[in-house]
Nanobody, 123 residues
Framework: VQLQASGGGLVQTGGTLRLSCAASGRTYTNYAVGWFRRAPGKERDFVAGISWSGSSTTYADSVKGRFTISRDNAKNTVWLQMNSLKFEGTAVYYC?????????????????WGQGTQVTVSS
């Protein structure tokens, strides 16, 4: 499956962005999806994950209550709604997919990756 992440941009602290991760090649239905981010000079960190059905989601503590992951399998798309963005949210955001019911929090558990989209939060 090929993944295309989009929706990044420049936003002020406290602002909102919605990232999209569109799949092609195969249906998303049987794939759990995760969002990760890599800030400059740092490791790639887990942000949020969603099960193949959308019934289960998980979030990093740093984004709980501010970010929401959702999906529409009919549209082969997963979204990451990011509200109340903080300066430390500046990073390249990646979506990833794994052929499984449940989402995982480790990057090495995912088999397919999108190219990343830059999010810059100005202070």
């Amino acid at each position: 499956v090929q993944l295309q992440a989009s929706g990044g941009g420049l936003v002020q602290t406290g602002g909102t962005l919605r990232l999209s991760c569109a799949a092609s090649g195969r249906t998303y239905t049987n794939y759990a999806v995760g969002w990760f981010r890599r800030a400059p000079g740092k490791e790639r960190d887990f942000v949020a994950g969603i099960s193949w059905s959308g019934s289960s989601t998980t979030y990093a503590d740093s984004v709980k209550g501010r970010f929401t992951i959702s999906r529409d399998n009919a549209k082969n798309t997963v979204w990451l709604q990011m509200n109340s963005l903080k300066f430390e949210g500046t990073a390249v955001y990646y979506c990833a997919a794994r052929y499984s019911r449940s989402a995982y929090v480790r990057a090495e558990d995912y088999d397919y990756w999108g190219q990343g989209t830059q999010v810059t939060v100005s202070s």
